[in-house]
């Protein structure tokens, strides 16, 4: 993959990654007024973790333009991730300070519980 192909599925993942934002904002000024329904929590649920499926897919994707396998086992999220805050090792830019990684490691929690809990046990506050 060249240095353009990168950027161009970047950008790609970067407009729908803006899509997902704008319809939540959307959904946010729905509820302003009233208690969110089940449904729009499982929505708003939904965009959040779909959210941060995009950092993590322009994470592989930069992965995979630096020649760098992707890891294995059950916590290659965490691992892919964690390349891209320490980066010694690696020829991986240094994409995160300590306050992006935290609240990024709570948008990759959240999205662990949306695809394993269920959507009647998410608070709107904490979402």
Not at 2 to 10: A, G, M, P, T, V
Not at 74 to 97: K, Q, S, V
Not at 100 to 107: A, D, Q, R
Request: net charge negative; proline share 2%; aromatic share 12%.
């Amino acid at each position: 993959m060249n240095h353009d192909r990168l950027k161009e599925e970047i950008l790609i993942e970067l407009q729908d990654m803006s899509i997902i934002v704008d319809d939540l904002n959307h959904l946010i000024s729905e509820t302003q007024l009233t208690e969110p329904s089940h449904i729009q929590k499982a929505a708003a649920s939904s965009f959040v973790a779909q959210f941060y499926s995009g950092v993590e897919n322009i994470l592989k994707r930069i992965s995979k333009y630096n020649n760098i396998n992707l890891p294995k086992g059950d916590n290659w999220h965490i691992e892919l991730f964690n390349r891209f805050c320490y980066t010694e090792d690696t020829n991986l830019p240094e994409l995160f300070d300590d306050y992006l990684k935290e609240e990024l490691i709570n948008y990759r929690k959240f999205r662990h519980f949306v695809y394993h809990g269920y959507s009647n046990k998410i608070t709107w506050e904490r979402l």
